[in-house]
T-cell receptor, first 109, second 113 residues
């Protein structure tokens, strides 16, 4: 079956760096996506990886290893506003997104 | 600039009642989706539409129906609501069916008693 695994919850300190991991098993692969979702709000798109390697976008970076079925989202210089859930999603061979349950990130001062 | 608008934002409904969640987008996106989000689970696709006039079933379609009469509107209907349909429902759109960059509405919180 298809499966996306990511930690349920993580805690980090303001100004620090945090890495949120995601492993996936899907039938086919057409890209790995990260979304941010603040409590009570809609998910918003953060990043997209289809080739191996690191994609950097400001304070956020996303990494992909297709051979390992693994991705991570790296958040630098954490700010209180980064407190949110981070959703990992994989696009399968039918171009359907398979979603992880999300990682709730708590930032402490 | 609205993006995607969902209505209602919140609703309490008696079991057995019929309910339609409305979704309208002004981005002229071809593809639209309905997801439900439940605590501890990932977003689950209910129905989708790759283009106006076509619809398809997602992972959890039972008890739900959709229509796509035009590009902008994609309503979701619960014919006879049951308590297990208590959830937060998100409508989303993308410029094409192969794009994973989705734009989401603000969600509709539905409680079925």
């Amino acid at each position: 079956g298809q499966n996306i695994d990511q930690p349920t919850e993580m805690t980090a300190t303001e100004g620090a760096i945090v890495q949120i991991n995601c492993t996936y098993q899907t039938s086919g692969f057409n890209g790995l996506f990260w979304y941010q979702q603040h409590a009570g709000e809609a998910p918003t798109f953060l990043s997209y990886n289809v080739l191996d390697g690191l994609e950097e976008k400001g304070r956020f970076s996303s990494f992909l290893s297709r051979s390992k079925g693994y991705s991570y989202l790296l958040l630098k210089e954490l700010q209180m506003k980064d407190s949110a859930s981070y959703l990992c999603a994989c696009m399968d061979s039918n171009y359907q997104l398979i979603w992880g349950a999300g990682t709730k990130l708590i930032i402490k001062p | 600039i609205a993006g995607i608008t969902q209505a209602p934002t919140s609703q309490i409904l008696a079991a057995g009642r019929r309910m339609t969640l409305r979704c309208t987008q002004d981005m002229r996106h071809n593809a639209m989706y309905w997801y439900r989000q439940d605590l501890g689970l990932g977003l689950r696709l209910i129905h989708y539409s790759n283009t106006a006039g076509t619809t398809g079933k997602g992972e959890v379609p039972d008890g739900y129906s959709v229509s796509r009469a035009n590009t902008d509107d994609f309503p979701l209907t619960l014919a006879s609501a049951v308590p297990s349909q208590t959830s937060v429902y998100f409508c989303a759109s993308s410029d094409s069916s192969g794009s994973g960059e989705l734009f989401f509405g603000e969600g509709s919180r539905l409680t079925v008693l």
